[in-house]
C-alpha cells in the first residue's frame, strides 16, 4: 500500500509492483459487464461531490489523453465530453482508483456548473434525510 | 430547485412538491435492474471520498433508521452494516439523492478507518494519472 508521504518516490518508480498505474495500462480497472466503470466526480478547491457518472475504457482514455472528463452515456449509448456542450469542462487534477478497482475518483477543477439544471452540483438541495442544519467542516471552512 | 439557503423552509415544508423526500419515501430513488442504487460516502470533516457501495431499498431503509451506513453487497448477496464487523462505523450526517435519481451521497463521521485494507478511504493511494504534486486545497486547508 503507497501513502500519501511515498508519492514521490512512486512517481519515479511507477511500475506494475506499485498501485501507480501507467497511463496507458488499465489492468488494475475493473469493467463491468457492460465495460462501464463508475467515476465519483469532486472538486478540487471545494471538495464537493458533483456527480456520478460512466467511464468505458475509451472514455477513461480520453479522459488521460484530453485532460478533461469523458464519459459513456447509458441512455445515449454514446461517448461524452462533459462540458463538450455546456462549455461546462472538467480539468482532471487526479483520477484514482480504489481498493476494488471497480470504482474511479476524478478530482476535477470544474468550470460553470457540474449539473444539468445549473446546480453547482448534482447532489444540490435534493435530501433522503432531514439536512443536517449545518455545513460539513470542510464546507465552512472554505467560506471561513 | 432547492438550494442551501432554503434548507430551514425545505424542513418546515417537506413534502412531495419539494426535493425532500421523507424518511420512508424512496420514490425520488431510482433502483437499477437489480434493484440497487449506488452510494458514495463522503467524510463530514475532511471532505474525503472514502468510499462507493451499493444500497437495496432495504439497506437505505436501515440507514436511514440506524442512522450508520448499510450496504447491500453484490459478492456476498447479503445486507451489511458497515463497521459491524470492525468496528468502524459511519455515522451518517446526511443523505443526500442526485439530479437523475440513480445516485446517493452519504456524508458521513467515519470511526476508524473506511477502506478494508486500513487505509482510511478506498482511494488512497491509487493512481491512474500521475500524482498532482500538490493536495487539494479542501484537504490543505485541513492541515493549514
Same mark, same amino acid.
Given at each position: ?126 435530501? /433522503? ?9 470542510? /464546507? ?5
Amino acid at each position: 500500500m503507497v501513502d500519501d508521504h511515498e508519492r514521490d518516490m512512486v512517481e519515479e518508480q511507477a511500475d506494475n509492483s506499485h498501485d501507480t498505474a501507467a497511463a496507458s495500462d488499465f489492468s488494475s480497472v475493473k469493467f463491468d459487464s457492460r465495460g462501464l466503470v463508475p467515476c465519483v466526480v469532486q472538486e478540487w478547491t471545494t471538495g464537493e461531490v458533483l456527480m456520478l457518472a460512466y467511464m468505458n475504457e475509451e472514455s477513461l482514455r480520453k479522459t488521460l489523453e484530453t485532460g478533461t472528463t469523458w464519459f459513456f452515456s447509458r441512455s445515449r449509448d454514446e461517448l461524452w465530453n462533459k462540458g463538450g456542450t455546456s462549455g461546462h469542462f472538467q480539468k482532471v487534477r487526479e483520477l484514482r482508483f480504489d481498493c476494488d478497482g471497480d470504482t474511479l475518483l476524478a478530482i476535477v477543477e470544474q468550470t460553470g456548473a457540474a449539473c444539468h439544471t445549473g446546480d453547482f452540483t448534482c447532489f444540490d438541495g435534493r435530501w /433522503l434525510s432531514s439536512p443536517a442544519g449545518e455545513q460539513p467542516p470542510f /464546507l465552512a471552512r472554505r467560506e471561513g
